[in-house]
């Protein structure tokens, strides 16, 4: 019978297995193999090599115990101290467990120990729902990139102000 206390321990009990860490270059295949699944938009292994090279610290990995890459969120720093969100994804199976939200927590820690006191980050004008996540996790609209994407779709800017919390 469905026990809906069972449910939460289970998902607690996943939340506690799953592992977020540094990308590794050994991670690559995966990584690439979830981004060509996910994104319209086709990215060579470079791109994420090249994110690495320069700030290894903005570039985490979702990591089952199994070692299955789950999740990604790839970033850059700028350097007036601010950061950007270029890619994030978790595998669709996985997707509504909390995944995508500790990869942003995560981020803005990282983010915070490098000095950044705010994040940015895109999206398209027609993804409302991962509008409404962003939101959720206290990003704020900034305004709309006019024809922003490759297709001629328009952006978003959103932005979160960042801080220590001691
Ligand atoms: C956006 C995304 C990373 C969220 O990951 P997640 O682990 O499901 O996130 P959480 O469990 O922490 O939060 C769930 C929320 O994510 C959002 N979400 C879930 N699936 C989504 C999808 N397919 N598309 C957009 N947003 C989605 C919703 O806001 C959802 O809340 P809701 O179910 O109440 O609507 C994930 O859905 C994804 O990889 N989407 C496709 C790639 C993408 O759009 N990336 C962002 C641009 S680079």
Request: net charge neutral; with cysteine.
């Amino acid at each position: 019978m469905y026990s809906p206390c069972k449910a939460v321990i289970t998902l607690e009990v996943f939340r506690r297995t799953v592992l977020i860490r540094e990308f590794r270059e050994t991670d690559m295949e995966q990584v690439f193999n979830l981004a060509c699944s996910v994104f319209d938009e086709q990215y060579r292994p470079e791109v994420f090599l090249y994110f690495h090279s320069v700030w290894p610290q903005g570039q985490l990995v979702v990591q089952s115990p199994e070692g299955r890459i789950l999740g990604f969120i790839f970033g850059a720093m700028t350097e007036d101290g601010k950061c950007r969100v270029m890619l994030l994804s978790v595998t669709p199976m996985m997707r509504g467990l909390g995944i995508g939200g500790r990869l942003i927590r995560e981020f803005e820690a990282r983010a915070t120990v490098s000095g950044s006191n705010r994040i940015m980050l895109e999206l398209r004008y027609s993804k409302t729902r991962l509008l409404e996540f962003y939101r959720r996790m206290g990003f704020v609209v900034e305004g709309v990139l006019p024809a922003y994407y490759s297709d001629g779709e328009d952006g978003i800017l959103m932005s979160k102000l960042i801080q220590w919390n001691i």
